[in-house]
């Protein structure tokens, strides 16, 4: 079945850098969009950011723009969120997602990022 | 940007009745409207795709309907396992993606 399995949150200072993970099992990792939906504690969702299957093209959130950078690579079935200069509120869960059925129809279980001082 | 717009925050309902959840959007998006539940600690999960196909797996008791800016979630009877916060979601603006701000189904 479907796995995908976030890693690298944690706590960083305002201005600071982290790297996400997201690796994937279960379906033809490069056949697939591939998204970042954030979630901040309390609130609702969020889209980050996505990246098509080949050849990538590349959408990112206004909010977001110029600090995250998205990436995959396909020979490893791993999509990545670089994210620099950090603030508080960037602080949340970060899920990886796949698209299918015109919707985000896969989710992982999330990650915690906590932007504080 | 459109923005999803979804009514009640909150429904209050007890096992057994039939809960309506209303998502309106700023502009038509047409039919590319999604429904997700999520329960807490969990990630969310999906029901509906384009604004009245059910995802596979989701039982016949929710229906969405709707297009161009109304839209409806229908859970015909309610079951335990149901009581969940409820988003929409609109594609038709791509790649720019929105969601709703959610309506929690609490039990009565």
């Known amino acids: 079945q479907v796995q995908l399995v976030e890693s690298g949150g944690g706590l960083v200072k305002p201005g600071g850098s982290l790297r996400l993970s997201c690796s994937a099992s279960g379906f033809i990792f490069s056949d697939y969009y591939m998204y970042w939906i954030r979630q901040a504690p309390g609130k609702g969702l969020e889209w980050v950011s996505h990246?098509?299957?080949?050849?990538?093209?590349?959408y990112y959130a206004d909010s977001v723009k110029g600090r995250f950078t998205i990436s995959r690579d396909n020979a490893e079935n791993s999509l990545y969120l670089q994210m620099n200069s950090l603030r508080a509120e960037d602080t949340a869960v970060y899920y990886c997602?796949?698209?299918?059925?015109?919707?985000?129809?896969?989710w992982g279980q999330g990650t915690l990022v906590t932007v504080s001082s | 940007e459109i923005v999803l717009t979804q009514s009640p925050a909150t429904l209050s309902l007890s096992p057994g009745e039939r809960a309506t959840l209303s998502c309106r959007a700023s502009q038509s998006v047409s039919s590319f409207l999604v429904w997700y539940q999520q329960k807490p600690g969990q990630a969310p999960r999906l029901l509906i795709y384009?604004?009245?196909n059910r995802a596979p797996g989701i039982p016949a008791r929710f229906s969405g309907s709707g297009s161009g800016t109304d839209f409806t979630l229908t859970i015909s009877s309610l079951e335990p396992e149901d009581f969940a916060v409820y988003y929409c979601?609109?594609?038709?603006?791509?790649?720019?993606?929105?969601f709703g701000g959610g309506t929690k189904v609490e039990i009565k």
């Open positions: 384009d604004a009245s």
């Open positions: 979601q609109q594609r038709s603006n791509w790649p720019e993606l929105t």
């Open positions: 990246i098509s299957n080949s050849a990538p093209t590349i």
């Open positions: 997602a796949t698209d299918c059925l015109n919707s985000i129809c896969y």
